[in-house]
C-alpha cells in the first residue's frame, strides 16, 4: 500500500503536439507557465496561507526561474518548490504521474542511500540495512560532509504537507520501505547527489563511537527490492489483525486507498469487530496511513457511538462554476464532471462558491454489534486525509483516545476531494490541483491534531526492535 501516493491516475499519456522533453524553446516554456498560472486559479486554497500578492510575487519569481532553467531536473525543482509554497498537502508534481521518460530521467538514479530510516528529533536513525553493515538504531551524523540534519532541512522546502505543519513534512523525507517512489530519494537524488556513486557517512552505532564509512549508492530498483513487502492483488487482504494473549485485539491499517480493490473489506472488518465481545480492547494502528477512502474510519468509528456523529461543520468552496473549455486540454482527471462542479454553486465573498450539495448530510449512525470496550487509536504524522479525519472525530465523540505524535493534516482545513492533473506540455511536468477547499467556520490553530498520550521510539527503542506507542496503548487499555 503506497502511503504517499494517495492520488495516482494512470493517465500518464502524452499530449498530441507535446514538444519533447529538454528540447522546448523558451516561448514554449512560457506557454506552460501560462497553463499553471490559469490552472492555479482553480486552486481552493491558492489564499489559504499567503496573500494574492505573495503568490504573484512567487509565480513571477517561478517563471524566471522555469523558463531560464537549462535542464528538466531544475524545471522540476523550481515548480516543486514553488507548488510546497502553497502549503497543500495535495498540490505537488506527483512522482507517479509524470511521463515515463520523465520520470526515469529524474527519479532512477543511483543516488540512494543504500538503507532505511526515520527521523528522531533532528536524529537520522537506520531501521534497515540489507547490506548488514548498519544495525538497527545506528544514527546517520553526516551524508558527505553534510550534516544530516542540515541535509533534511535543505529539503524541507520542496516537500508537501497542509499549513507550518513541518512533522509531515519531516514524515515524507523518512524511507520506511512501504512506498516504491520516496520522496527523500527525490529530493536528495537531485540536490544532493554523491559522488562517483558512493555515500561518504559519519555514523554511529547504539553505544558506540563515531566512524567513517563508505557505502554503495543504489538505484531505484534496488530499493524497490529492499521494500517490506504486502501482496498486491486486486483481492489482497491489505489490513492485518492480531489478537494478544492478553485480550487486547490489534488492527492495523497501513491505507485505506482501496479505489480499485476487489476485496471485500467491509466483510472482513466486520467479521473481526464482531468477535470482540469479552475482549479487553482494541487498538487500531494507523501511523503508516496517510488516507484513502473515508468508510473504513467511519466503519470503527460507527462501532464504538450510541448517537450519530455529525463532523464538525466545515464549507465545501470551489473557485470556478464550470473550467474553461481552451484549458480543458491540460487537465486530466478520472471523472469529467469536476469540470462542472461548480454548476448552480451559491457565491460566497472571496472569489469562492459553495459547492452544490456540500450541505448533505455526513452523519456517521451507529451501526453494527456496540462495542463497550476501551478504543486506542496510534497516531503519526502521516495521518493527513482520512486518516486525520477519523482521529478527529474519535477525540470529539470521546470513542477513544489517540496515542503517539502528533498528526499531519491540518485543523485550519485541506483540500483535496476532486482533482485535476495539470499536465505542461512544453516541460512534460505533471502538477496534482485538488479542485475543493474544506473550511471550517470557526477559527482553528494552524496545526496537526495532538494525541492524548504522546509516545516517540528512541534509538534504543529501534535498536532493541521495541514498539513504545504500541505497548503505551496497551498499558492504557489494561489499566481501565
Given at each position: 500500500m503506497q502511503r504517499r501516493s494517495f492520488v495516482k491516475t494512470g493517465l500518464a499519456t502524452l499530449l498530441a503536439g507535446a514538444v519533447p522533453v529538454g528540447r522546448a524553446s523558451a516561448a514554449d516554456l512560457a506557454g506552460d507557465m501560462t497553463i499553471l498560472r490559469r490552472a492555479l486559479n482553480l486552486h481552493p486554497g491558492l489564499y489559504r496561507y499567503a496573500t494574492p500578492a505573495?503568490?504573484?510575487?512567487?509565480?513571477?519569481?517561478?517563471?524566471?526561474?522555469?523558463?531560464?532553467?537549462?535542464?528538466?531536473?531544475?524545471?522540476?525543482?523550481?515548480?516543486?518548490?514553488?507548488?510546497?509554497?502553497?502549503?497543500?498537502?495535495?498540490?505537488?508534481?506527483?512522482?507517479?504521474?509524470?511521463?515515463?521518460?520523465?520520470?526515469?530521467?529524474?527519479?532512477?538514479?543511483?543516488?540512494?542511500?543504500?538503507?532505511?530510516?526515520v527521523w528522531l528529533g533532528d536524529a537520522m536513525v537506520v531501521t534497515a540495512d540489507a547490506s548488514g553493515q548498519l544495525a538497527p538504531g545506528t544514527r546517520i551524523e553526516a551524508i558527505n560532509g553534510e550534516s544530516a540534519t542540515a541535509l533534511r532541512n535543505r529539503l524541507l522546502p520542496y516537500v508537501r504537507a497542509d499549513g507550518h505543519n513541518d512533522g509531515k513534512r519531516v514524515s515524507l523525507l523518512e524511507v520506511r520501505g512501504d512506498d516504491s517512489i520516496e520522496t527523500f530519494d527525490v529530493f536528495q537524488g537531485l540536490?544532493?547527489?554523491?559522488?562517483?556513486?558512493?555515500?561518504?557517512?559519519?555514523v554511529r552505532a547504539p553505544g558506540g563511537p563515531a566512524r567513517r564509512i563508505e557505502l554503495p549508492a543504489i538505484d531505484l530498483a534496488e530499493r524497490r527490492k529492499a521494500m517490506i513487502l504486502t501482496d498486491s492483488g486486486p483481492d489482497a487482504v491489505v489490513w492485518r489483525w492480531d489478537m494478544r494473549p492478553d485480550g487486547?485485539?490489534?488492527?492495523?491499517?497501513?491505507?485505506?486507498?482501496?479505489?480499485d480493490s476487489k476485496w471485500n473489506w467491509q466483510a472482513w472488518l466486520d467479521e473481526r469487530?464482531?468477535?470482540?465481545?469479552?475482549?479487553?480492547?482494541?487498538?487500531?494502528?494507523?501511523?503508516?496511513?496517510?488516507?484513502?477512502?473515508e468508510e473504513p474510519g467511519n466503519a470503527?468509528?460507527?462501532?464504538?457511538?450510541?448517537?450519530?456523529?455529525?463532523?464538525?461543520?466545515?464549507?465545501?468552496?470551489l473557485r470556478f462554476r464550470t473550467t474553461?473549455?481552451?484549458?480543458?486540454?491540460?487537465?486530466?482527471?478520472?471523472?469529467?464532471?469536476?469540470?462542472?462542479?461548480?454548476?448552480?454553486?451559491?457565491?460566497?465573498?472571496?472569489?469562492?462558491?459553495?459547492?452544490?450539495?456540500?450541505?448533505?448530510?455526513?452523519t456517521v449512525a451507529p451501526a453494527g454489534k456496540r462495542l463497550a470496550i476501551p478504543l486506542v487509536v496510534l497516531t503519526s504524522p502521516v495521518n493527513s486525509s482520512?486518516?486525520?479525519?477519523?482521529?478527529?472525530a474519535v477525540r470529539t465523540t470521546g470513542a477513544g483516545r489517540l496515542v503517539g505524535r502528533t498528526t499531519g493534516g491540518n485543523r485550519r482545513g485541506i483540500n483535496g476531494g476532486c482533482f485535476f492533473f495539470v499536465r505542461l506540455p512544453a516541460s512534460g511536468i505533471e502538477f496534482d490541483l485538488p479542485l475543493v477547499g474544506y473550511f471550517p467556520?470557526?477559527?482553528?490553530?494552524?496545526?496537526?491534531?495532538?494525541?492524548?498520550?504522546?509516545?516517540?521510539?528512541?534509538?534504543?527503542?529501534?535498536?532493541?526492535a521495541r514498539d513504545p506507542v504500541l505497548d503505551r496503548a496497551v498499558a492504557t487499555i489494561l489499566r481501565r
Open positions: 505573495q503568490v504573484a510575487a512567487r509565480l513571477d519569481a517561478l517563471q524566471g526561474a522555469f523558463v531560464g532553467a537549462a535542464t528538466p531536473d531544475q524545471r522540476y525543482l523550481a515548480l516543486s518548490r514553488f507548488l510546497a509554497t502553497i502549503r497543500c498537502g495535495h498540490s505537488y508534481a506527483n512522482f507517479y504521474n509524470q511521463k515515463k521518460a520523465l520520470a526515469a530521467a529524474l527519479f532512477d538514479r543511483r543516488t540512494r542511500l543504500p538503507f532505511h530510516f540536490l544532493a547527489p554523491p559522488t562517483a556513486g558512493v555515500h561518504r557517512l559519519v487486547v485485539a490489534l488492527l492495523t491499517m497501513p491505507g485505506w486507498a482501496l479505489y469487530l464482531d468477535s470482540l465481545t469479552g475482549a479487553r480492547g482494541l487498538i487500531v494502528d494507523i501511523r503508516d496511513n496517510e488516507g484513502g477512502l470503527v468509528l460507527s462501532r464504538f457511538i450510541d448517537r450519530p456523529y455529525n463532523p464538525p461543520q466545515q464549507e465545501q468552496r474553461p473549455a481552451d484549458l480543458d486540454p491540460y487537465l486530466d482527471t478520472w471523472d469529467d464532471s469536476f469540470r462542472t462542479l461548480g454548476q448552480g454553486a451559491t457565491p460566497l465573498p472571496g472569489g469562492f462558491f459553495l459547492r452544490p450539495g456540500s450541505a448533505d448530510n455526513l482520512a486518516t486525520f479525519q477519523f482521529a478527529s467556520t470557526t477559527a482553528e490553530p494552524d496545526a496537526g491534531l495532538d494525541p492524548d498520550i504522546a509516545v516517540m521510539a528512541t534509538a534504543a527503542d529501534i535498536a532493541a
